[in-house]
């Protein structure tokens, strides 16, 4: 604006013209245009900081580790499962009591470091492998079969719930490590094991699929369990009927995000301050509260990860701000690229193109459904189409690649719970 004006000055031949227009600009114009420029400038900020947005406060990462290699005390990531980090201990009694009942029992899990269509291929084939039980008496020759493992998923559809519960919209949890664990289960065994005698080692020989088997793998994330109490006592509400709890969240961290942990009906309503939890109920007393804190990612020089560490997490921007506030589900293929776009995993593909095609048209999946938990009953199950999501790689293939396109069309998928949603690399 100031070149604009200053080039029109130096045009005027009258140089009394322009030495009036001059002072009456420098003097008048310009001020109010540079007072109007900061006004402007600073309604923006107010109305960009003003737009709530707490999607970064419940992000989750998630990575996987060598059992030897966690860190007990760090002061990021924790266990999916408390008891992955113990060491395995076989209940000889119990194993041969449950296979009498079920004919099978689970005795270790494994990983597979490996594409996800050779792993969903290897599942298929439901391949029995030799292996040995190892006691302190005899050597016992076994087979055994791999199935999927449920735990983990059981966890963060435990997540989901309390994501409900608590009044935080949901996005699909980025885990794809878990995807590729499996349970190793005791099938068949030699006669001749007694329950006085204590396993030492079990040995399953995967053969040609051993070049991708993981042991002691510990999947981890962003969450801590933790207990807070109730600042103070319950307060009445003006029902005269519920009470209302205050959790304060000063000493724990007001950066991270926290979830209430709960299967009571007596619990209405939780609602989120910058610095507390409220919680009403029809509970009088007040007690200890069970919580899932999500720890805000902080960078650190030692950290160091064998596996990527990935995550929901989204860029924060001035649109995805307002299109979190308002919650409009907006079906436009602009749309569709800004939402893929906006996750930090996008990093790794690149969308190209989208396409509709019927149902029935035999295709051979690449992806799976990360949501697979969520139970919707307006959803009609049986899809008339598909819809295909094209992209390509941005960086160099890795073994994850087809689980990192899973989550970002699982994420699609609920936006467009009309249509199957696949991926494919292109």
């Not at 041969?96 to 005795?107: A, C, D, R, S, Y």
Request: hydrophobic share 35%.
């Amino acid at each position: 604006m100031k070149d604009n004006i200053h080039e029109k000055i130096n045009k005027l031949e009258n140089l009394k013209d322009r030495a009036l227009l001059k002072e009456l600009l420098s003097e008048v114009f310009i001020p109010l245009y540079e007072h109007s420029e900061n006004m402007y400038t600073s309604l923006e900020d107010r109305v960009f900081e003003e737009i709530e947005y707490t999607q970064q406060n419940y992000s989750v990462y998630t990575s996987i580790v060598k059992k030897q290699d966690f860190d007990p005390i760090h002061y990021f990531l924790a266990p999916m499962i408390k008891e992955d980090i113990q060491d395995k201990e076989y209940d000889l009694k119990y194993i041969l009591e449950t296979m009498i009942e079920n004919k099978q029992v689970n005795m270790f899990k494994v990983f597979f470091k490996c594409d996800y269509l050779i792993f969903k291929d290897i599942l298929k084939d439901n391949v029995v492998f030799k292996g040995n039980i190892k006691t302190n008496k005899n050597d016992y020759e076994a087979c055994f079969k791999i199935k999927t493992n449920t735990e983990y998923k059981n966890q963060i559809y435990k997540l989901y719930q309390m994501f409900i519960r608590n009044n935080i919209p949901w996005t699909t949890i980025n885990a794809p490590y878990i995807s590729r664990i499996v349970d190793v289960v005791l099938v068949e065994y030699e006669e001749g094991i007694t329950k006085d005698e204590m396993i030492q080692e079990v040995n399953v020989d995967f053969g040609e699929f051993g070049k991708y088997i993981e042991y002691d793998m510990v999947p981890i994330w962003n969450i801590q369990e933790r207990t807070l109490k109730s600042t103070g006592f319950p307060m009445p509400c003006e029902d005269k009927i519920n009470f209302e709890h205050i959790i304060s969240l000063k000493s724990e961290g007001v950066e991270h995000g926290y979830l209430v942990v709960y299967d009571n009906e007596d619990i209405n309503h939780i609602r989120h301050t910058k610095d507390s939890l409220m919680i009403t109920g029809e509970i009088e007393e007040a007690r200890d509260w069970d919580i899932f804190k999500i720890l805000k990612i902080r960078e650190s020089k030692l950290d160091k990860y064998s596996y990527e560490l990935v995550s929901n997490s989204k860029k924060v921007s001035f649109i995805e701000k307002l299109s979190s506030k308002n919650k409009v589900n907006i079906k436009t293929k602009a749309e569709l690229i800004r939402t893929i776009n906006s996750f930090e995993v996008s990093k790794y593909l690149e969308f190209k193109d989208v396409k509709i095609v019927d149902i029935k048209d035999d295709l051979k999946e690449e992806t799976y459904d990360m949501n697979s938990f969520i139970i919707d009953e307006i959803r009609d199950q049986d899809y008339a189409k598909r819809l295909i999501l094209y992209f390509t790689l941005k960086e160099n293939n890795c073994f994850i690649i087809r689980d990192l396109l899973s989550f970002i069309v699982s994420q699609i998928q609920l936006n467009y719970p009309e249509y199957k949603c696949e991926g494919r690399l292109i």
